[in-house]
């Protein structure tokens, strides 16, 4: 326990308790019927590893953790970073809590800047992955005004000043963090599904939502978008005019589209080339992948490509979601 000494000595604070203190906080989190649980996946095979979850607040990180959960992890919420060292070290010596996950955020106050250098300290005590969310500014505060939760930082100013200060006050720990993931496009089921699939027995080969959103060029290219194709180089269905008042959803249009060879061939060279670049996507640490597909209203060619698309996509054994943006109905 000498190095846990010299690291509490290095940080502000009184942690002369601090082993107690995690143990109880721990006995308080565990859940009913987690023993049958552990003996089923047999933790005690897998390698100790601890994972911080951080970021702004509102950004999800509390079905996170519950993914955590899910997957056998020993979970805490927010614990004081001066514990985390003490909670490290149980999960090193323990023969039953082996996957551990805690989450540390703004509500520790000016605390939460000795953060970096206890972070430092533990990974040479045990694997540590640091996850940190985020999401825009206009979905954070949409989510606070849903909730009508209180911003952490404090009830004097408005939510969209404490987003700013918040920013600011976790930007040191952001560019620490092993995955980043911008949570905005994602629903807390979306959500969930992601961290299971990125953190089950360590493999990430397909943790990655892909949206595939098809639009038209009058009203402007997707903001968010990753990847843009240009379909307006296939015939036009809206000269057709039965075709007119239809989208590329049905299957008369649709047949229309892919009767012509071009169509048929972009279809299976865009797919090829997406499951080659996907994988290479995934290693960067991306979560979460769109790719837009225009035509000149967003009605026929870019909807049909787009649903297309995805289904070679989810045949690919991908999460996939179509969104058509300009599309009626």
Known sequence: MA??????????????????????????????GRAKTNRRTDRSRRPAELVIITGMSGSGKASVLKAFEDLGYYCVDNLPVQLIPQFA??????????????????????????????????????????VFLEASDEVLLRRFSETRRPHPLGLDSSVKTALKEERRHLSRIRRLADFVID????????????????FHEQSAEKSILISCVSFGFRQGVPEDSDLVFDVRFLPNPHFVPEFRPLTGRDHRVAKYI??????REFISRISDLLVYLIPHYIHEGKAYLTIAFGCTGGQHRSVMIAEEVGKRLRGSDYRVKVVHRDSPG
Do not use: C, W, Y
């Not at 690291?7 to 107690?20: I, K, V, Y």
């Open 3 to 32: 190095h846990l000494r010299n690291l509490s000595e290095h940080l502000a604070g009184d942690t002369a308790r601090a082993p107690d203190a995690t143990i109880q906080l721990m006995k308080r989190r565990r859940l009913p």
């Open 89 to 130: 070290e149980l999960a090193v010596q323990s023969s039953e809590i082996r996957l551990t996950a805690l989450v540390v955020d703004v509500r520790e106050g000016s605390k939460l800047e000795n953060l970096p250098a206890i972070l430092k300290f533990v990974r040479r005590m045990i694997p540590t992955k640091v």
């Open 183 to 198: 949570t905005s496009k994602f629903n807390v089921h979306e959500l969930r599904a992601l961290i299971k699939e990125r």
């Open 258 to 263: 892919r009767s012509f060879p071009q169509t």
